[in-house]
């Protein structure tokens, strides 16, 4: 039967109106130049591959490097670095944008409240240790963080007006209650948890304030954590050790770039 498009509209109009319609899939990203700032989340530490990027970790199978390859850009900067703190970006990563950049994705904010040192602590320590260190970096993350992040997506817009930004958020690291038969205990693995709360909500409301897209790295890598029964996105205790808590190349995968993908088109 031949529909007119007058009455193709008609029909589109009042399946929406019902809630009948199939919902809109995000827009694709204009395949323009794409940046991808920030630390080792972002780089792709633990994921392996690191090719000839030195010790900021660049992995050939991080989430900016699979969307680099599957939407071609007309130019890629691949410049997050492992170990990158806030200052480290606006000082040496931010020269890689430009007025014609067309997609941006960040993580950064972890170093800065020293998590890493914190996971070391609840390692090597009590548990009364590893939650004051926790306590401590979620009061640096609600408090110092803020002010650091503004600075980066301020300077992030300044230098790219019209790009897409998307900010990619740190996951859990454990699922509580999990399967683990060893290793941190349940008290450890909580107060860890909750500092990952803490970055997210820190983050996200940063983000929001520069109408920047905040992807949740705790859904992301929901039911994939460490001590998750399904097959698990994050490194435990690792050799190099540097790879500890870090997203494996499955984490990469299945978790940012998914993630990334669902929100870029």
């Known amino acids: 039967m031949r529909i007119t498009r007058s009455w193709a509209v008609a029909l589109l109009t009042a399946l929406s109106i019902l809630g009948l319609a199939s919902p809109a899939l995000a827009a694709p990203t204009a395949a323009g130049r794409y940046v991808a700032l920030g630390d080792s989340y972002s780089s792709g530490l633990g994921a392996g591959s690191y090719g000839s990027s ?39 990563q931010l020269s890689a944008l430009t007025s014609t950049t067309a997609l941006v994705t960040i993580s950064v904010g972890g170093n800065d409240a020293g998590f890493a040192n914190v996971m070391t ?26 002010g650091r992040l503004n600075t980066v997506y301020s300077q992030i817009r300044t230098r790219a007006p019209s790009a897409r930004v998307v900010v990619m958020g ?21 107060a860890i948890n909750q500092s990952s709360d803490v970055l997210a909500g820190v983050i996200s409301s940063a983000a929001s304030a520069h109408g920047f897209t905040f992807v949740d790295g705790r859904n992301a890598f929901a039911g994939h954590e460490i001590c998750a029964s399904g097959t698990r996105w994050i490194n435990s205790v690792s050799l190099p050790i540097a790879e500890s808590y870090h997203p494996n190349s499955a984490g990469q995968n299945g978790g940012y770039y998914a993630a990334l993908r669902a929100v870029t088109g």
């Open 54 to 92: 030195g010790n900021c970790k660049r992995s050939s199978n991080s989430y900016a490097q699979l969307w680099a390859n599957a939407h071609a850009p007309s130019s890629f900067a691949f410049v997050a670095c492992s170990g990158a703190v806030t200052s480290d970006v606006t000082n040496n």
């Open 121 to 146: 602590d609840c390692n090597l320590g009590s548990d009364s240790a590893c939650v004051a260190g926790n306590n401590a970096a979620q009061n640096f993350a609600r408090t110092a963080l803020p």
């Open 170 to 190: 740190y996951p859990r690291i454990y699922k509580l209650g999990g399967s683990c038969a060893i290793g941190l205990s349940e008290t450890k693995r909580a």
